[in-house]
């Protein structure tokens, strides 16, 4: 049997492992500990049959744990929850949210300093307005049924701000002299313009077969952040 970590579940994150270990570490019912546990052998990537011979229950409740996580999220797992289908995004709050993911960036929507959006960050934001609390791959299934794709921004020109120009080749000059001082310098991969502003260039959810346009000044160059 291969290792754990060669088996990791490729929907997983890491924020998806967290919140099960949470919920078992709360946990104090028997039959929702067997279920986090199932949770847990999917997300380490696990076969199904596999996860039903570890826990020495049937095949069929595995799949019916499993498909209700994948729709649901842990919500879905909940002993005693009404049947019928599960509680998803209606059409209008799809479109809302496919319109702020779109328009506006994750530090506007109340996530300090995050610039793109990567489904970690567009699950919170769907619990935080709505309250629907999605796994890794529904989320996954939302973005790709709107037409979106995980890629990379572009940049366009903007009229420059001399403040922020001039603040900027001030920072800029005092990390060379900390540098001569013989201070290592680590290369951190990113671009900070003419202006001061960091532009990330890591890949961000947008319209399939579109590309995002991210306002800008000047020209872009490869920075190095102090390290000690």
Known sequence: MKKVHDRINYYAEK??????????KNNSNKRM????????NYLQGYKLNEIAYMNNISFQTVGVYVKKYKSSGLSGLVIGKS??????????QEL???KII???TPDEEGFTARKKWDTTIIRKLVMKLY???YC???MLEVLYRNNLSFTRPTYSLKKADESKQKEFKE???LLKKINERSYRLYSFWGWINDSGDYQAIAKTWFIKGRQHIIPTTGKYRGVKLLGV
């Open 96 to 98: 809302e949210l496919i």
């Open 171 to 173: 920072q800029f000059e």
């Open 33 to 40: 500990h067997i279920r986090y546990i199932v949770i847990l």
């Open 83 to 92: 049947p019928g289908a599960p509680r998803h995004l209606t059409n209008a």
């Open 136 to 138: 890794q791959r529904g």
């Open 15 to 24: 924020s998806d492992f967290e919140e099960v270990n949470q919920a078992l």
């Open 131 to 133: 309250g629907v609390s």
């Open 102 to 104: 779109t328009t506006r």
